[in-house]
């Protein structure tokens, strides 16, 4: 039996403008199994990097929890405050983050960064942590570890970089790794290594991975299943081969016909017309509808998140909410 490890219920958040609440996340739920990966996608704009956010306590100011809830074990965020999170941010639950350069400190040594998070979840002396913070740098692939210890992030490339924020991450044995656009700012050969180290790792540690991502061939690298969210919502979530094979939303279906294909010529990549809704400015109905080439009458309505056959969840009328696999109007 596959044991869940982290389960996301309704999760709405957002500003308060004037007199009405905005969710920039509004109302998701999913879950996150032992030892997967779990992928979210969509185009900026649409909420991943939010959600991301969410599960780490780390709203940015002027965004507040509006409804819902977290649950790791028998843990359930929606009732932590600040001093709560501090005690589960890199224990049961760590982060990547986009650029490893703002998220170091310039002013501290590496090793006194790794040192920091051991001492700060775990009662050991400094000379125990000083020896798991080198033990994790041989874990992550840094080449002369001991002298990096003793070296300031401006010293390091931007691929060391990373890998030092993975050590970070990793140093007390987290549950749950979010990795927020990993690689968004490395070179193609770069990028390979890191993907390989996740994976790596992840087989030696037994962790979970949300890989947040716009990357669709990180994606079917490194994911199980696959969430893709539009304006806030999920619209289609499946295992990574059916997303790929038989993409379901329409939405889905033109992030897929983006995407170059060496055996086809063209002369121009296909688009999405348009662009993802701000929020506070949601169409009535499906928030895809005024950009999808198939939206008919019934789009005015917003369609439910069913489970079609194949186990696949879609947001979209194309599919009959009571048979959930018929497709009941496909005219362009």
């Not at 490890?5 to 957002?14: F, P, R, S, T, Y």
């Not at 920039?24 to 999913?30: D, L, P, R, Y």
């Not at 900026?44 to 509006?66: A, D, E, F, N, Y």
Request: charged share 20%; aromatic share 6%.
């Amino acid at each position: 039996m596959v044991s869940k490890v982290m389960h996301v219920e309704n999760l709405q958040v957002g500003i308060h403008d004037e007199d009405r609440d905005i969710a920039i996340v509004n109302g998701i739920s999913f879950h996150l199994n032992k030892a997967e990966t779990l992928g979210i996608v969509g185009e900026s704009g649409c909420g991943k990097s939010m959600t991301s956010l969410s599960l780490m306590g780390l709203l940015p100011p002027g965004v507040v929890w509006q409804d819902g809830d977290i649950q790791v074990g028998d843990l359930h965020f929606k009732q932590f405050n600040n001093k709560d999170w501090r005690k589960v941010r890199g224990k049961k639950v760590s982060m990547i983050f986009q650029e490893p350069m703002s998220s170091l400190n310039p002013v501290y040594t590496i090793g006194s960064q790794i040192v920091e998070m051991i001492l700060s979840h775990e009662t050991v002396s400094k000379k125990v942590a000083k020896y798991r913070a080198l033990e994790m740098l041989k874990l992550v692939g840094i080449p002369r570890p001991e002298q990096v210890l003793n070296d300031y992030p401006h010293q390091l490339s931007g691929g060391m970089r990373q890998r030092i924020m993975i050590a970070i991450a990793l140093a007390c044995n987290p549950e749950i790794l979010i990795a927020d656009e990993p690689t968004t700012a490395l070179d193609v050969t770069i990028q390979a290594q890191i993907l390989e180290l996740m994976k790596s790792l992840q087989e030696k540690l037994h962790m979970s991975i949300v890989l947040i991502t716009h990357d669709l061939g990180v994606v079917s690298e490194m994911c199980d299943r696959v969430i893709v969210m539009y304006a806030g919502e999920i619209v289609e979530e499946a295992n990574v081969v059916n997303l790929f094979d038989y993409p379901k939303h329409p939405y889905t279906q033109g992030l897929m016909e983006s995407l170059p294909n060496i055996s086809e010529q063209k002369e121009y990549l296909s688009s999405i017309p348009g662009v993802v809704p701000a929020p506070g400015s949601m169409p009535e109905g499906c928030r895809f509808a005024p950009r999808c080439k198939k939206a008919f009458d019934k789009c005015s309505e917003k369609p439910p998140l069913i489970t079609t056959t194949d186990g696949t969840r879609v947001q979209c009328w194309l599919y009959d909410p009571e048979t959930a696999s018929e497709v009941i109007h496909n005219e362009a």
